[in-house]
């Protein structure tokens, strides 16, 4: 019945320590003969490719940036990036209600770029193993207008109390033109509103495998896997998601430390 199946990465695939369980690796390799395993993420795609390597199905297409970027190898499938007149919005309302306190990394296709290397820049090195670009914002901004695009991603950084000023700000004035996203308490991560992972997950199966939706399974764990998990056939939540996915979720499968993932897709391997 199910043909294609599709993985959110962080906190779902990925074991406690943020890296691949040998167990999961085999799982997914004994599969993709079978069947399609797709990554989706709010990952860059660079962030992605060493995953796809260790899993052997380096080539398959790829959804980044929570569908904001679709690939299919080097070929680009959809992409959508955020305004730069919003951009512009952000990085002010950034330096005059925080005097620039909170890190804002820019993200575009392979692109990835700091204001500075600071804690927020090594932590995010230390978990995705891509090395950022150092150059502030406004330099961006000025590359980008010139350039003549805008971001596939935001991400905001900061302590817990400027990070909630923040996303209660943008929540004030951008919902309408934003996906505002809060990850972590210290993270929010901003993609233009036209985008989700399921329509990513759905420009993958229109235009390279003809499948429909029903015959999709998906894995996750967070607010913005809920769409993708409640549009497939068989959205499967980790034990460690978010009530709200596991309430739309038609199974849940064991926690991502205890490689949830694997031991769902043994049942389907035997």
């Known amino acids: ?19 691949l369980t040998q167990n999961t690796i085999d799982e997914v390799k004994k599969l993709k003969d079978k069947m399609p395993f797709i990554l989706v993420s709010s990952r860059m795609p660079q962030q992605m490719y060493h ?53 804002i990394s820019f993200y575009y296709n392979d692109e990835w770029y700091v204001p500075q290397y600071d804690q927020w820049a090594q932590r995010e090195e230390t978990i995705t193993k891509v090395t950022p670009v150092v150059r502030p914002n406004r330099e961006v901004l000025t590359a980008w207008q010139q350039a003549g695009h805008g971001a596939h991603k935001l991400m905001l950084m900061s302590e817990e109390t400027l990070i909630e000023r923040m996303f209660q700000l943008l929540n004030e004035k951008y919902t309408k033109v934003m996906q505002i996203y809060r990850g972590k308490e210290t993270y929010i991560e901003l993609s233009d509103i036209s985008i989700s992972k399921l329509t990513g997950v759905k420009v993958v199966l229109d235009e390279i495998y003809h499948l429909p939706l029903s015959e999709a399974i998906a894995f996750g764990d967070n607010y913005n896997d809920l769409e993708m998990l409640e549009g497939v056939g068989c959205g499967v939540a980790v034990d460690n998601a978010r009530d709200e996915v596991k309430a739309v979720a038609k199974h849940t499968t064991l926690h991502h430390s205890k490689d949830g993932v694997a031991e769902f897709l043994k049942q389907l391997n035997n």
């Open 1 to 19: 019945m199910y043909k294609i199946i599709f993985s959110d990465i962080d906190g779902t695939l990925l074991s406690g320590s943020r890296t």
């Open 51 to 103: 995953i796809q390597k260790d899993l052997g199905i380096a080539g398959l297409p790829l959804i980044a940036y929570n569908g904001g970027l679709v690939l299919n190898g080097e070929k680009v499938l959809h992409s959508v990036a955020i305004p730069l007149q919003i951009l512009e919005e952000v990085v002010t309302l950034n330096e005059k209600e925080f005097a620039s306190e909170i890190h």
